[in-house]
């Protein structure tokens, strides 16, 4: 072999082919190098979202743990409220007494209840007396969103004080504290004229905790009879009040003392109410206007008994 083809010989491993092979066995050198530091970079991620999650929950428990708490209301349940006020009470202030007893409309009498009654007492043709009485009942249960019952039923009390003190056609409207009736009452009491008579009405608002009790009474002479009188009714309606407080406590597992053991009200602030179901005081008829369909019959009955 001659010299220059042993050079040639010599030189092949560096040929184009040769440099190729050489990059391709360096590269397949590489990859597990780069595999490696893949799975690394991989565990540093996993171990940065575990404790991405660990911080997240721990915020969360914290966050639910600030949230605001309001304490548990009172009272959790109502009487029954036709069943809340004596016989001897009802025998008293309405004519036929517990007999004419009528229910309101509640879905959930735990938390709203109303009974009203009515009576006649008719005299011929020395006229008649009308009485009308309706004792209604709405509790607040405390809820985060909307605060403490007590204060739900603070603020609900001022609403109807407001509401008995507007009301359309009241005449000779005075508002005045009731003492030892639940934590708080006041006494609204107004004239109001119909045609079958002019109505003297006398409401009481009492809240005891988180329930508020609203007391309608009113009484009219008719046919001719004379009209009775506002402090009267105005005795009855407190008296009423402080009878159907203490039947909460009762509901509710007490002796019914916290009927006597609340201070005055002088309240007459203004408020919004703080439910829904706000309405429900009103038990379905405003004052003097309920009793007005019945009291025309009676005054008919009682012209035809004088005609007679």
């Given at each position: 072999?001659?010299?220059?083809?042993?050079?040639?010989?010599?030189?092949?491993?560096?040929?184009?082919?040769?440099?190729?092979?050489?990059?391709?066995?360096?590269?397949?050198?590489?990859?597990?190098?780069?595999?490696?530091?893949?799975?690394?970079?991989?565990?540093?991620?996993?171990?940065?979202?575990?404790?991405?999650?660990?911080?997240?929950?721990?915020?969360?428990?914290?966050?639910?743990?600030a949230s605001p708490t309001v304490p548990a209301a009172?009272?959790?349940?109502?009487?029954?409220?036709?069943?809340?006020?004596?016989?001897?009470?009802?025998?008293?202030?309405?004519?036929?007494?517990?007999?004419?007893?009528?229910?309101?409309?509640?879905?959930?009498?735990?938390?709203?209840?109303?009974?009203?009654?009515?009576?006649?007492?008719?005299?011929?043709?020395?006229?008649?007396?009308?009485?009308?009485?309706?004792?209604?009942?709405?509790?607040?249960?405390?809820?985060?969103?909307?605060?403490?019952?007590?204060?739900?039923?603070?603020?609900?009390?001022?609403?109807?004080?407001?509401?008995?003190?507007?009301?359309?056609?009241?005449?000779?409207?005075?508002?005045?504290?009731?003492?030892?009736?639940?934590?708080?009452?006041?006494?609204?009491?107004?004239?109001?004229?119909?045609?079958?008579?002019?109505?003297?009405?006398?409401?009481?608002?009492?809240?005891?905790?988180?329930?508020?009790?609203?007391?309608?009474?009113?009484?009219?002479?008719?046919?001719?009879?004379?009209?009775?009188?506002?402090?009267?009714?105005?005795?009855?309606?407190?008296?009423?009040?402080?009878?159907?407080?203490?039947?909460?406590?009762?509901?509710?597992?007490?002796?019914?003392?916290?009927?006597?053991?609340?201070?005055?009200?002088?309240?007459?602030?203004?408020?919004?109410?703080?439910?829904?179901?706000?309405?429900?005081?009103?038990?379905?008829?405003?004052?003097?206007?309920?009793?007005?369909?019945?009291?025309?019959?009676s005054a008919s009955a009682?012209?035809?008994?004088?005609?007679?």
């Amino acid at each position: 072999m001659s010299e220059g083809t042993m050079q040639r010989a010599q030189r092949a491993p560096h040929s184009p082919r040769a440099k190729r092979l050489n990059r391709v066995l360096a590269g397949a050198t590489a990859v597990p190098v780069l595999f490696l530091a893949a799975a690394c970079s991989s565990d540093s991620g996993s171990d940065a979202d575990a404790k991405a999650s660990a911080s997240a929950s721990a915020s969360a428990s914290a966050s639910a743990s600030a949230s605001p708490t309001v304490p548990a209301a009172k009272y959790a349940k109502l009487p029954e409220a036709c069943k809340a006020l004596s016989g001897k009470t009802l025998d008293d202030l309405v004519p036929g007494g517990a007999k004419s007893a009528k229910e309101g409309s509640s879905s959930d009498v735990s938390t709203r209840a109303s009974c009203s009654w009515n009576g006649l007492d008719n005299n011929g043709v020395k006229g008649s007396q009308y009485r009308w009485l309706n004792v209604s009942l709405l509790r607040f249960a405390s809820d985060p969103a909307r605060g403490a019952g007590e204060e739900q039923a603070r603020t609900y009390f001022r609403q109807q004080v407001q509401d008995a003190q507007a009301e359309t056609g009241a005449k000779n409207t005075k508002a005045q504290p009731v003492s030892r009736t639940g934590d708080e009452a006041t006494l609204v009491r107004y004239e109001l004229k119909k045609k079958e008579g002019v109505f003297k009405q006398q409401t009481v608002v009492a809240r005891v905790a988180n329930v508020v009790v609203t007391v309608d009474y009113n009484g009219a002479g008719l046919a001719g009879d004379k009209s009775p009188d506002a402090d009267d009714l105005a005795a009855s309606a407190e008296k009423v009040a402080k009878e159907t407080v203490a039947a909460v406590a009762k509901a509710n597992g007490e002796g019914g003392s916290s009927a006597d053991s609340a201070s005055p009200s002088a309240s007459k602030s203004s408020g919004s109410s703080a439910s829904p179901s706000a309405s429900a005081g009103k038990a379905g008829a405003s004052k003097g206007a309920s009793p007005s369909a019945s009291a025309s019959a009676s005054a008919s009955a009682s012209a035809s008994a004088a005609d007679s």
